[in-house]
């Protein structure tokens, strides 16, 4: 099973709201990734866990918030978004770290 | 940091025509994928190839590590095939694990 899920798969929120974007995978990955992609764009990475720890952000603002509370667990908190972060938001785990990446279906969000 | 480029960036093809799709990349890498994006955003895993060659159905890999690129071939198209194509790789040496992405490239099967 190469499967990694995402919920929801749509999500509209206002600039004030606070919001979690969920991904789990039961592979028994332990590298797990943030990326966003806007339209026409190649995914940009924002956030990669290894062991649960945060091992990189790419200098994502504050308003972005990752969560790993378990191997199998990774969340995105939402707060005071910006229009232009409306995008889709791709989860994604490895084995460990730089081996290969499989890909959960994203979730699509809007900001009003 | 690394470059990475796909060529072409577009590719219209009538159904059953088959086609390469090129990936070029400007320094040594440890790993290197092929993901087909489809229509509703999710990316498939195509190859995990960073050297050699490999065959899956109707489509193939090569990576030539030395020379720094690589060519996935698509034989007997279908308008399934439709979406962007992107190549990806880690660089190699030291402690990168940045997965890195070329621009993709876009195709289009026509029935």
């Known amino acids: 099973d190469t499967e990694v899920t995402q919920t929801p798969k749509h999500l509209v929120m206002g600039m004030t709201n606070k919001k979690s974007l969920k991904c789990e995978q039961h592979m028994g990955h332990r590298a797990m990734y943030w990326y966003k992609q806007k339209a026409k764009k190649p995914p940009e990475l924002m956030f990669v866990?290894?062991?649960?720890?945060?091992?990189i952000n790419e200098s994502v603002p504050s308003r972005f918030s990752p969560e790993c509370p378990n191997s199998s667990l990774l969340n995105l908190h939402l707060h005071a978004l910006q229009p232009e972060d409306s995008a889709l938001y791709l989860c994604a785990s490895s084995q460990v770290l730089s081996y290969e990446q499989y890909f959960g279906p994203g979730t699509r969000l809007t900001v009003t | 940091g690394i470059q990475v480029e796909q060529s072409p960036p577009d590719l219209i093809l009538q159904e059953g025509a088959n086609s390469t799709l090129r990936c070029n990349f400007s320094?040594?890498?440890?790993?290197l994928q092929w993901f087909h994006q489809n229509p509703w955003g999710q990316l498939i895993n195509l190859f995990y190839?960073?050297?050699g060659t490999k065959q899956n159905g109707r489509l193939s890999a090569t990576t030539v590590a030395t020379e720094r690129y690589s060519l996935l071939y698509i034989s007997s198209s279908q308008t399934t095939d439709s979406g962007v194509y992107f190549c990806a790789v880690y660089p190699g040496g030291g402690s990168n694990y940045k997965l890195t992405f070329g621009k993709g490239t876009l195709l289009t099967v026509n029935p």
């Open positions: 866990y290894s062991y649960e720890k945060l091992s």
């Open positions: 190839i960073p050297s």
């Open positions: 320094d040594s890498v440890n790993n």
